[in-house]
């Protein structure tokens, strides 16, 4: 047995209740605030159809991602497709790392365990496909697809008491095989670290949370988040499938110049590329406020208003380079 050993995500390794086989850490392009990992499920008569993600807590805090994952996920099921199954949960009192065959217990293991999660989905990642995309930009009628599914599985998570506070692409997946009616109604919600109970009663400040990409300007603001917030981070998603960037890509982490730049979001050409529609359902979300409603069944039809204006014969076909890349995407 050697020393040292990185305890580091890509050396966790193991089993969780003796049933659970630890895989390997799942190839993520943005950092998440807990652990992820597929995983095995290495009971004969277990799991084999879907695959299987291990959330574990990087701390032990009560009131963590991974607990506010568990309790959305107890909450809305077997109540929508929108949402993965929540297999197990519980703690981890102590981690192990491997190197080369070997395993050793972590040096300082977080009093009163880490919690865990284990869920199964089968689904693509929303994020995945500009970068498939041969143009790295997504036609028009898929990008309002897309925008509708991600609408639906919103209004899904409002319908069960929360608010969602991290939309992004990346938090998102279309439920495989990618079809249009896949896209369009099984789209899934597949991380809930920043998601709170709502209504809520709005705070006098509150830190940003969420991505300086995708969140709403209000975010910055330091203004209590709501469902119009959530619809506002997914119109910013399809102004980027569909102009290529958002106008404050480049910015980084300049939070100052990104809200500047946000507030007159409906100055640039970003915007004035978005349908009719969906120019219309973000200045309406932007009169909101955190606490206020949304009438979801309204954004709904907005949404198809404008994907009927571009394709009233529905012909709109799934396009060739993303059905190719089908399985690699996932």
Same mark, same amino acid.
């Given at each position: 047995?050697?020393?040292n050993?990185?305890e580091t995500?890509? /050396?966790v390794?193991?089993?969780?209740g003796?049933r659970? &086989? *630890?895989?390997?850490p799942v190839d993520?392009?943005?950092?998440k &605030?807990? %652990?992820y990992?597929?995983?095995?499920? $290495?009971?004969?008569k277990g799991e084999?159809?879907?695959p299987?993600?291990a959330m574990?807590?990087?701390?032990?805090?009560?009131y963590g991602?991974?607990?506010?994952?568990i309790?959305v996920l107890e909450t &809305?099921?077997?109540?929508?497709?929108?949402f993965?199954e929540?297999?197990? !949960?519980?703690?981890?009192?102590?981690?192990y790392?491997g190197?080369?065959?070997?395993?050793?217990?972590?040096?300082?293991?977080?009093?009163?365990? !880490?919690?865990?999660?284990?869920?199964?989905? $089968?689904?693509?990642?929303v994020? &995945?496909l500009s970068?498939? +995309?041969?143009?790295?930009t997504v036609?028009?009628?898929?990008?309002?697809?897309?925008?509708?599914g991600?609408v639906r599985?919103? #209004?899904?998570?409002n319908r069960?008491?929360?608010v969602h506070?991290?939309?992004?692409?990346?938090n998102? #997946?279309?439920?495989?095989p990618?079809t249009?009616?896949n *896209?369009?109604?099984?789209m899934?919600?597949?991380d809930?670290s920043? #998601? =709170? @109970?709502w209504p809520c009663?709005?705070r006098i400040?509150v830190?940003?949370?969420? +991505?300086?990409?995708?969140?709403?300007?209000?975010?910055?603001?330091?203004?209590?988040q709501?469902?119009?917030?959530?619809?506002?981070?997914v119109?910013?998603?399809?102004?980027?499938m569909?102009?290529?960037? =958002?106008?404050?890509r480049?910015?980084?982490?300049?939070? $100052?110049?990104?809200c500047?730049?946000k507030?007159?979001?409906y100055?640039?050409n #970003?915007f004035?590329?978005?349908?009719r529609?969906?120019?219309?359902?973000?200045r309406? %979300?932007l +009169?909101?406020?955190?606490?206020? @409603?949304v $009438?979801?069944?309204s954004?709904?039809?907005?949404?198809?208003?404008?994907?009927?204006?571009?394709?009233?014969n529905?012909?709109?076909?799934?396009p060739q380079?993303?059905?190719? /890349?089908?399985s690699?995407?996932?």
């Amino acid at each position: 047995m050697f020393e040292n050993v990185d305890e580091t995500p890509s /050396n966790v390794c193991g089993v969780i209740g003796n049933r659970y &086989v *630890i895989m390997g850490p799942v190839d993520e392009p943005v950092e998440k &605030v807990f %652990m992820y990992f597929h995983i095995h499920d $290495d009971y004969p008569k277990g799991e084999k159809e879907k695959p299987l993600y291990a959330m574990i807590g990087r701390h032990a805090e009560s009131y963590g991602p991974i607990h506010m994952t568990i309790k959305v996920l107890e909450t &809305v099921k077997d109540r929508s497709v929108h949402f993965p199954e929540i297999v197990q !949960r519980g703690k981890i009192e102590k981690l192990y790392f491997g190197s080369e065959g070997e395993q050793e217990a972590e040096h300082d293991p977080q009093h009163g365990g !880490r919690p865990f999660a284990i869920i199964k989905y $089968d689904a693509t990642p929303v994020s &995945v496909l500009s970068f498939l +995309s041969p143009q790295r930009t997504v036609p028009t009628i898929l990008a309002l697809m897309i925008g509708l599914g991600c609408v639906r599985a919103l #209004a899904s998570l409002n319908r069960a008491g929360f608010v969602h506070r991290f939309v992004t692409p990346f938090n998102f #997946a279309i439920t495989n095989p990618l079809t249009k009616k896949n *896209i369009l109604e099984k789209m899934i919600i597949t991380d809930f670290s920043a #998601a =709170l @109970p709502w209504p809520c009663k709005p705070r006098i400040f509150v830190p940003f949370i969420g +991505s300086y990409r995708y969140s709403s300007v209000r975010a910055h603001w330091g203004r209590e988040q709501g469902p119009s917030d959530d619809i506002i981070s997914v119109i910013y998603m399809i102004a980027e499938m569909l102009h290529g960037k =958002l106008p404050w890509r480049s910015l980084n982490d300049e939070e $100052d110049r990104i809200c500047y730049i946000k507030t007159y979001f409906y100055k640039t050409n #970003a915007f004035k590329k978005l349908p009719r529609q969906l120019r219309q359902i973000y200045r309406e %979300m932007l +009169s909101k406020t955190g606490s206020a @409603p949304v $009438d979801f069944k309204s954004v709904i039809e907005q949404f198809k208003k404008a994907i009927d204006s571009r394709d009233h014969n529905n012909k709109f076909q799934i396009p060739q380079w993303l059905l190719c /890349n089908e399985s690699s995407a996932h």
